[in-house]
T-cell receptor, first 114, second 114 residues
């Protein structure tokens, strides 16, 4: 199946700093990428949808100024958590969709804000 | 609002048993239904279903969609301890704009004991 990578896999940062997470589709071009957040023992919650070359569409309740998304190329999307706080600690997962409708997930990034 | 309901929420079986996981949905402009397996990291893709009544099969796993009843099942036969995971059902629909997005159920936690 298609491969999606995320980097870093785990990050610990101090409150107030910004953290950038990269999502790459390794063997296909992803016209659309999705960013999800998952709390312990909960399902995935969609944060935003990003289409290459255009602004991301954020879900209701997600602060676009706090979670900056850039989808600069067909293989790379980034999520920047700005001025992170402890409540932003979570498991962030990206997903990429290519020409067919199947969505493939990255391995996730576990963020811990102290 | 799109909704995906999975049942049961958790299930404990013995190796060799057969299990059936359920997924019902209400979604605007249905496109497809996807099943994922999630172990310690991000979900891995199992099946995508778009047509009613056609069974998708992969080894001991199979799935079928009933678009009339808005329902899908995932069957696992001759379960093994390695099947222990959270199984997520997700439905793709179209939002008010031009984006298609996945709505996830809460998942079924399957535990297979030796």
């Amino acid at each position: 199946g298609a491969v999606v990578s995320q980097h870093p896999s785990r990050v610990i940062c101090k409150s107030g700093t910004s953290v950038k997470i990269e999502c790459r589709s390794l063997d296909f071009q992803a016209t659309t990428m999705f960013w999800y957040r998952q709390f312990p023992k909960k399902s995935l919650m969609l944060m935003a949808t990003s289409n290459e070359g255009s602004k991301a569409t954020y879900e209701q309740g997600v602060e676009k100024d706090k979670f900056l998304i850039n989808h600069a190329s067909l293989t790379l999307s980034t999520l920047t958590v700005t001025s992170a706080h402890p409540e932003d600690s979570s498991f962030y997962i990206c997903s990429a969709r290519g020409a067919r409708e199947t969505q493939y997930f990255g391995p996730g990034t576990r963020l811990l804000v102290l | 609002e799109d909704k995906v309901v999975q049942s049961p929420l958790s299930l404990v079986v013995h190796e060799g048993d057969t299990v059936t996981l359920n997924c019902s949905y209400e979604v605007t402009n249905f496109r497809s239904l996807l099943w994922y397996k999630q172990e310690k990291k991000a979900p891995t893709f199992l099946f995508m279903l778009t047509s009613s009544g056609i069974e998708k099969k992969s080894g001991r796993l199979s799935s079928i969609l009933d678009k009339k009843e808005l329902f899908s099942i995932l069957n696992i036969t001759a379960t093994q301890t390695g099947d222990s995971a959270i199984y997520l059902c997700a439905v793709r629909g179209k939002d008010g704009g031009s984006n298609y997005k996945l709505t996830f159920g809460k998942g079924t936690l399957l535990t297979v004991n030796p």
